[in-house]
């Protein structure tokens, strides 16, 4: 990458070019490597020591493919709530993790979509790091090409992409998704709505969506688009659909309601409860 000018920093082409030598001779009168006679060894220590000059640790980490900084980046719909359960556990995981194997953490926490801005992709490409882990639940496909690109070694959490050559960790969602409705199914109900995120960005939503409606096949339920709310993970979308769902008919109505993450189950069952609903 083309380094850029900080004032105050002196690179090893300046020091190069003053002592009429390659980068590469300064690279092994620096690093201690032999192989330079001893006029250039001197013109080189001489100019280093007049410049200030002190070797880039972190190129060299990168050539030597020793460095111990790893990124978390995090991207958020909106402000980030540190005290979410998904969020804190992952990171406490992460933390212990890195602890464990000597790696120092570079924590970065984005509002907007890890596709939307560009702060992420900068921060996945930030010479500093030896690699980045990704929780960006909510992405475009296009995003994760450009990230493939930057040779950026990554891990996608909460994300399972299309393309097998990128690394990720994630449930089996589309299992967890038929597990939810068969247990409801299994209690009787026979009009099962469903609540969660946008099919376009979320691999999450489009295999727990998937999941629903294999249950639903396998039940011999049938599929009711006024039963599905498919646009957010907000919990501020969960009482959106539940308003939805008491406005149908009596006899359309949802007897169970399968909703995609736990903070929206949450919302939905406060809200069921201040109006006087059973919620077993």
């Known amino acids: 990458r083309k ?4 004032q105050g920093i002196t690179y090893r082409g300046e020091v190069a070019a003053a002592a009429g030598v390659h980068r590469s001779t300064v690279s092994r009168v620096l690093s201690g490597i032999g192989g330079v006679n001893d006029d250039k060894r001197d013109r080189v220590l001489a100019v280093a020591k007049t410049l200030n000059y002190h070797p880039d640790t972190v190129a060299g980490a990168l050539k030597s493919k020793r460095r111990n900084t790893w990124g978390f980046l995090s991207s958020w719909y909106t402000k980030i709530n540190s005290m979410d359960h998904f969020y804190s556990t992952t990171m406490v995981g992460f933390l212990d993790s890195a602890s464990q194997h000597n790696m120092r953490v570079l924590l970065q926490n984005v509002v907007g979509r890890f596709d939307e801005v560009e702060a992420c992709l900068r921060f996945c490409n930030d010479s500093q790091l030896g690699g980045v882990v990704i929780m960006a639940p909510r992405t475009k496909e296009s ?7 930057l040779h950026v070694p990554a891990i996608l959490l ?6 097998p ?6 449930l089996d969602n589309v299992a967890g998704g038929k597990l ?5 199914v299994s209690k009787g ?8 995120g946008e099919l376009e960005l979320s691999s999450n939503a489009r295999d727990r969506y998937t999941g629903y409606l294999q249950s639903l096949e396998e039940a011999s339920l049938p599929v009711d688009a006024d039963l599905i709310r498919n646009e957010s993970f907000e919990p501020g979308f969960a009482l959106a ?3 939805h769902f008491l406005a149908l008919p009596s006899q359309r109505r949802p007897t169970a309601i399968f909703c995609a993450t736990d903070a929206m189950a949450r919302a939905v069952v406060d809200e069921a409860l201040r109006r006087g609903l059973s919620v077993p």
């Open 3 to 6: 380094p850029v000018a900080i």
């Open 143 to 149: 995003a994760l090409k450009e990230l493939k690109r």
């Open 158 to 163: 909460a994300y399972t992409p299309k393309d």
């Open 165 to 170: 050559e990128l690394s990720f960790v994630d």
């Open 180 to 184: 939810a409705v068969r247990h409801l």
């Open 189 to 196: 109900h026979k009009r099962i709505a469903y609540v969660g």
């Open 241 to 243: 659909s539940l308003e």
